[in-house]
């Protein structure tokens, strides 16, 4: 069975480094199922875009800044091109946040170019794939929140999990808080529904806006959310708490939150569980 690369690149020694990695990779049976690599390149966006319209492609490995811009809108053109693909991105150091945000609008995942090597690069192009397909699965099977717009239980454990493992693997923190709003209305009318449900809305809404461009926010529960929020040199996320929690206050939203260490990893539902825990009127800090 053949894997079909795409490699998005424009600087001519990474081309080949990357090439020389995934022929190692190969040679090295790193998996069973794929017998050969086949690598395409492509230099540019443009040019990603009229292969991926021709070619067969199992995986995408990107370079956002490939055509020296922000990264953002060659990330967009390449997924726009590629939507049943999954995407790989390979990144400068410096370039981490946007990679965590890119994470978000839609990556599977990321590596930093110094640690590309054979065993990282083909767990990432591995995970990627499986993690496309099961996501595939599941958005079929509604992956939204009807009322809210935001991931349901399904959609947030899918991809806040994804989360877990990259913080596990970068060696970084995870937040993760269960919220939920404080709403009088008396569910057992018609009126008192509807009232509840705009409760829901509007909280939802608050939610959105008290978070960061990288975090996950989705309606997990009846009244209940959950946000994912990484820890990023831009914020910590004892300064993410902060802002989440003074927020929260201010619009009738308890929060309870549980921390992510990677020397000390546990699974996604334990965290969800702590956090619960920790969703207390009375609670004024993290659960360490």
Request: proline content about 3%; some cysteine; hydrophobic content about 45%.
């Amino acid at each position: 069975m053949n894997l079909r690369v795409l490699l998005v690149e424009s600087d001519p020694e990474e081309v080949l480094f990357v090439r020389d990695v995934l022929t190692e990779i190969e040679e090295g049976r790193y998996w069973t199922n794929w017998i050969r690599i086949e690598t395409l390149h492509a230099a540019y966006a443009e040019e990603a875009a009229a292969i991926l319209a021709n070619e067969l492609v199992d995986v995408v490995l990107l370079d956002p800044a490939a055509e020296g811009n922000s990264g953002s809108e060659t990330f967009q053109q390449v997924q726009a091109a590629a939507q049943q693909i999954p995407i790989v991105l390979l990144v400068a150091t410096e370039d981490h946040e946007l990679a965590l945000r890119l994470v978000r609008d839609g990556a599977q995942d990321f590596l930093i170019r110094q640690q590309i090597d054979c065993a990282p690069l083909a767990h990432a192009i591995r995970n990627a794939i499986e993690r496309h397909r099961i996501l595939t699965a599941a958005r079929a099977g509604a992956i939204t929140d009807p009322l809210t717009g935001l991931p349901n239980r399904g959609g947030f454990l899918t991809f806040a999990d994804r989360d877990r493992k990259l913080a596990e693997r970068l060696g970084r923190r995870l937040m993760i808080l269960v919220a939920e709003p404080r709403i009088s209305a008396d569910a057992s009318t018609a009126q008192g529904r509807q009232n509840r449900d705009l409760a829901l809305v509007e909280a939802a809404d608050r939610l959105r806006s008290l978070s960061g461009p990288t975090d996950l926010v989705a309606r997990i529960g009846q009244t209940r959310f959950a946000v994912a929020v990484f820890d990023t040199e831009a914020e910590s996320v004892e300064e993410a708490w902060a802002r989440m929690y003074s927020g929260g206050h201010e619009f009738r939203i308890r929060i309870g939150a549980a921390i992510f260490d990677a020397d000390r990893p546990v699974s996604l539902d334990a965290l969800l569980e702590q956090a619960a825990l920790d969703l207390a009127p009375s609670a004024m800090a993290m659960r360490r």
